[in-house]
């Protein structure tokens, strides 16, 4: 039976493989505070009770509400724990994404982050490319990442990472710095990245599936709900034991902000798919993609 390894060395820090994405504890449409604010924070402090060491962020969900929770439920923080953020957007007066990209956008970004978070540097900050929204589009990023590089000497800034960008792209990059992690629309239904995953997997680069679970349109198959009924699991923890098993770099974010969601999701981490699973599993994604 295949088995993967619990932990990541992301940023030459061990994470576990299980993280968890914060963009849910934000207001409906990752606008303004949540109902329950005692409630996030208690998601918060048991994600990391029950071994998350690797948490995803970013000061324009809400905007800044999740990284004020984060710093109510955590701070001080455990010496273990990564923080990942993104920058790259900015939120609307009502409610819009729109792109935050220029030099002094990112500049800013950064300063809202650690004001938020209570933090004197950033243990990872993702540039987020907006692309087309939940796919990349090609384009120079160079700016960016210089912007970025530049912060990274002044010692405000540990790793940069990317999210939503092409490989020609993330080429790009790496000729102006290291680049950590990577941070892609992927799951079982959507494998666009399927190569990419095997190159950044061959470097030590992370993969970071956003949307593991569906995102906006949840994963529907009956092949998936048929494996799931037979290891008496969801059809939700199913598709993350399909991508720990995937590749060996891919860290996965699933966010929720519901305790009990939560506790599935970690439950996930202990599926061990057989490769008689594994093959049914893969047959889905290439049926729904498309692909020969």
């Known amino acids: 039976m295949p088995t993967f390894n619990d932990t990541f060395l992301l940023a030459g820090r061990e994470v576990r493989r299980m993280g968890y994405g914060a963009m849910q504890l934000a207001g409906p449409g990752v606008f303004g505070p949540p109902k329950d604010r005692a409630a996030c924070v208690a998601i918060l402090r048991e994600a990391v009770e029950s071994g998350v060491n690797h948490i995803d962020t970013s000061d324009f969900y809400g905007p800044h509400i999740t990284n004020q929770l984060i710093r109510e ?146 994963i529907q198959s009956s092949a998936l709900s048929d494996v799931a009924r037979r290891l008496d699991a969801t059809p939700m923890q199913v598709a993350l034991a399909w991508l720990l098993h995937r590749a060996p770099n891919i860290l996965l974010i699933p966010g929720t902000s519901s305790l009990a969601h939560l506790r599935e999701n970690m439950q996930a981490a202990r599926l061990n798919l057989t490769n008689a699973v594994l093959a049914e599993l893969d047959a889905i994604g290439t049926r729904e993609s498309g692909h020969a």
């Open 73 to 218: 439920a955590l701070h001080p923080y455990p010496d273990d724990l990564t923080i990942v953020t993104k920058l790259g957007a900015i939120r609307g007066d009502d409610g819009a994404w729109l792109s935050a990209r220029e030099p002094d956008d990112l500049r800013r970004g950064v300063h809202d982050n650690l004001r938020n978070l209570g933090l004197d540097v950033l243990d990872i900050v993702n540039i987020r490319v907006m692309g087309n929204i939940h796919s990349p589009a090609e384009g120079s990023i160079e700016e960016q990442v210089t912007a970025l590089a530049d912060m990274q000497q002044e010692g405000l800034v540990r790793h940069i990472g990317l999210s939503n960008v092409t490989a020609k792209q993330i080429e790009e990059a790496e000729r102006i710095a290291e680049i950590v992690c990577v941070q892609n629309h992927y799951n079982l239904v959507q494998r666009d990245d399927d190569a990419l995953i095997d190159a950044l997997a061959a470097k030590g680069i992370a993969y970071v599936p956003f949307f593991p679970l569906g995102g906006f349109t949840p």
